[in-house]
């Protein structure tokens, strides 16, 4: 089976997952497709062993054939991006950019730290040889929220504005610092290079504000170019300008493709939408692009519930898949918390805010993909045969199907909460003249 028919049958059965689910069990379209695959996994998985039917190797050299790291970030992560950067609210943004800010690079960066230290400390435990570097690798890949699932799941489900804003600007901005992480990390752990503060300083400016460099004059490109015509047809298709021929070009010069896309998306529709755009293009900007993500993301997680059938496990790997899911979420609130306490001396926000934001930074694709460009063959378990990507791998693997199954499923109640204290707490302030409510009073 060729690449193309491959992935067209992947999206027949994710469309076919998600009509099953809107008839039946009404769960959010994407953790649905998530849960079918992997029991779809399991039964495959199940069948052989028993000797049923055996297509584990088949649909497992099937989704190699489609190299899920290239296909994402290569693919459809502009896509994705851009689509996200579009329904941005900017104003809600200049108000907590330095909430969004400080999230993005202190709270990434604390947690990667944190992730580190406590599984190289529990690997000397079990008496495995896993170097350090390699611990904070992994921190490095699963401390960034996932913007794709975050936007995927947790904005649908109408936050307070506050929170919402906090967490989706936090996941579509950590990416760019999370890399710089990532890539510094991953050069001294299989390049032998040691890390110095010039070297790590040149890496940031020219992936993350280069990036965002390249954002801002693409976005602008296409605002003149968008503004240029009254066809609606040539509006649309100018869009998707942006993340095809501009995500591509990002990848030449070396800037953060992912950064740029959020970038152009956020002037596209704060600017051209308003500004540049024929009526009929506005009306039907959102719809195009609503359908564009909810196709990619339902091959996304589908694709993301199949991966199992890739991996091989050992005893060792399901002990760290156990410890690393509560290691992440660990880290994640200790990094929020910290961020937090710097935010309220100067700020009222929800008392869920850290809950919310802790249980919310969904982890997605991104993770998987960067855990799976770890080269094979360093082996850390002998006997065994385990190296250090299937240990990364399985990681990576039981955080992000823990986060979308169980986190993206059970946060609805945390969120109506949270409303219902907003509206508590602004029901008295009316009645009293005072309508800042419960987040956006100054101390």
């Given at each position: 089976?060729?690449?193309?028919?491959?992935?067209?049958?992947?999206?027949?059965?994710?469309?076919?997952?998600?009509?099953?689910?809107?008839?039946?069990?009404?769960?959010?379209?994407?953790?649905?497709?998530?849960?079918?695959?992997?029991?779809?996994?399991?039964?495959?998985?199940?069948?052989?062993?028993?000797?049923?039917?055996?297509?584990?190797?088949?649909?497992?050299?099937?989704?190699?054939?489609?190299?899920?790291?290239?296909?994402?970030?290569?693919?459809?992560?502009?896509?994705?991006?851009?689509?996200?950067?579009?329904?941005?609210?900017?104003?809600?943004?200049?108000?907590?950019?330095?909430?969004?800010?400080?999230?993005?690079?202190?709270?990434?960066?604390?947690?990667?730290?944190?992730?580190?230290?406590?599984?190289?400390?529990?690997?000397?435990?079990?008496?495995?040889?896993?170097?350090?570097?390699?611990?904070?690798?992994?921190?490095?890949?699963?401390?960034?929220?996932?913007?794709?699932?975050?936007?995927?799941?947790?904005k649908k489900m109408q936050a307070p504005e506050q929170i919402s804003v906090q967490i989706e600007g936090e996941s579509l901005f950590n990416d760019g610092f999370g890399l710089v992480l990532f890539v510094t990390l991953f050069a001294v752990a299989f390049g032998g290079e040691a890390p110095t503060w010039g070297g790590i300083s040149r890496l940031f400016i020219h992936e993350a504000i280069g990036g965002i460099l390249y954002g801002l004059a693409l976005g602008l490109l296409f605002h003149t170019l968008i503004s240029s015509t009254d066809d609606h047809s040539m509006e649309l298709l100018l869009t998707l300008g942006i993340p095809t021929g501009g995500y591509v070009l990002a990848s030449v010069l070396e800037v953060s493709g992912p950064l740029a896309m959020v970038v152009s998306g956020i002037i596209i529709g704060n600017w051209t939408r308003h500004t540049g755009m024929s009526d009929e293009t506005r009306n039907h900007l959102d719809n195009f692009w609503e359908l564009v993500d909810e196709f990619l993301n339902g091959v996304l997680f589908l694709l993301i519930g199949l991966t199992?059938?890739?991996?091989?496990?050992?005893?060792?790997?399901?002990?760290?898949?156990?410890?690393?899911?509560?290691?992440?979420?660990?880290?994640?609130?200790?990094?929020?918390?910290?961020?937090?306490?710097?935010?309220?001396?100067?700020?009222?926000?929800?008392?869920?805010?850290?809950a919310i934001l802790t249980w919310g930074g969904l982890r997605g694709g991104l993770a998987l993909a960067m855990a799976m460009s770890v080269p094979s063959g360093i082996i850390v378990v002998a006997d065994k045969g385990i190296d250090v990507r299937e240990i990364l791998l399985v990681m990576t693997y039981s955080v992000v199907v823990f986060s979308i199954l169980v986190q993206g499923s059970s946060i609805a109640p945390l969120i109506q909460r949270a409303n219902r204290l907003e509206q508590d707490a602004v029901a008295p302030g009316m009645a009293g003249g005072d309508t800042h409510g419960v987040h956006s009073g100054q101390r």
């Open positions: 089976m060729t690449v193309y028919a491959t992935l067209c049958s992947l999206a027949a059965l994710a469309m076919m997952i998600a009509f099953i689910n809107s008839k039946v069990g009404r769960m959010q379209v994407t953790i649905a497709i998530t849960a079918g695959a992997l029991i779809l996994s399991l039964l495959i998985v199940i069948a052989g062993k028993a000797g049923w039917f055996s297509l584990k190797i088949v649909a497992a050299e099937a989704i190699d054939r489609i190299n899920f790291e290239t296909f994402l970030l290569n693919g459809m992560l502009g896509f994705l991006l851009f689509a996200g950067g579009l329904g941005i609210k900017l104003p809600n943004l200049k108000a907590q950019k330095w909430e969004i800010a400080i999230l993005a690079l202190v709270g990434t960066l604390v947690s990667t730290v944190l992730i580190g230290g406590v599984l190289w400390q529990f690997f000397r435990l079990l008496g495995v040889e896993f170097d350090l570097v390699y611990c904070l690798l992994f921190g490095a890949l699963i401390s960034p929220t996932d913007p794709i699932a975050v936007l995927a799941i947790v199992l059938l890739t991996f091989s496990f050992h005893e060792e790997d399901w002990i760290l898949m156990v410890v690393s899911i509560p290691v992440v979420l660990a880290a994640r609130y200790l990094s929020v918390r910290l961020c937090y306490l710097g935010f309220s001396r100067y700020r009222r926000y929800n008392p869920l805010s850290v």
